[in-house]
């Protein structure tokens, strides 16, 4: 298998609040909610850096389409670290998901890597990492 990630999707209860969270709260770009017409279908996608997509479709969607019972989400199965260039940085991405109604689970601290980071949860308890790691600097802009 060649790493070929190109979309990463978030099951979420109410795809109208998350849409409204990730890009009202956030400023994710994104052109809404897409595929109403079709059952099922709905779904918004937001883009991130190095092209990769952010989707969020209903839960109860996956469910159907996996085949899957539906099943609770878990804050802690999985993170999505969000790398910054600063350190500053972490603390105003914090703010501005609080700002947005995110749960602030940790506030930034420095990390026993030497980098500093905090974590918050999205409405549906999606685990975010926002992290300043002088070792793995993302790109400049």
């Given at each position: 298998m060649k790493a070929r990630?190109?979309?990463?999707?978030?099951g979420v209860s109410d795809l109208q609040k998350s849409v409204s969270f990730y890009r009202d709260g956030l400023g994710l770009p994104t052109e809404g909610i897409i595929g109403q017409e079709f059952e099922h279908g709905a779904v918004a996608f937001f883009d991130l850096a190095g092209g990769l997509k952010l989707a969020v479709w209903s839960q109860r969607d996956i469910a159907h389409d996996t085949g899957l019972p539906l099943q609770p989400p878990s804050s802690t199965?999985?993170?999505i670290a969000h790398n910054v260039t600063?350190?500053?940085e972490v603390d105003e991405v914090m703010?501005?998901?609080e700002r947005a109604g995110a749960e602030?689970?940790?506030s930034p601290v420095s990390t026993f890597y030497g980098g500093y980071a905090g974590y918050f949860r999205d409405p549906d308890g999606h685990l975010w990492d926002v992290v300043w790691n002088?070792?793995?600097l993302p790109p400049a802009d």
């Open positions: 990630v190109s979309v990463l999707t978030l199965s999985f993170t600063t350190m500053k703010d501005t998901a602030i689970v940790k002088p070792h793995l």
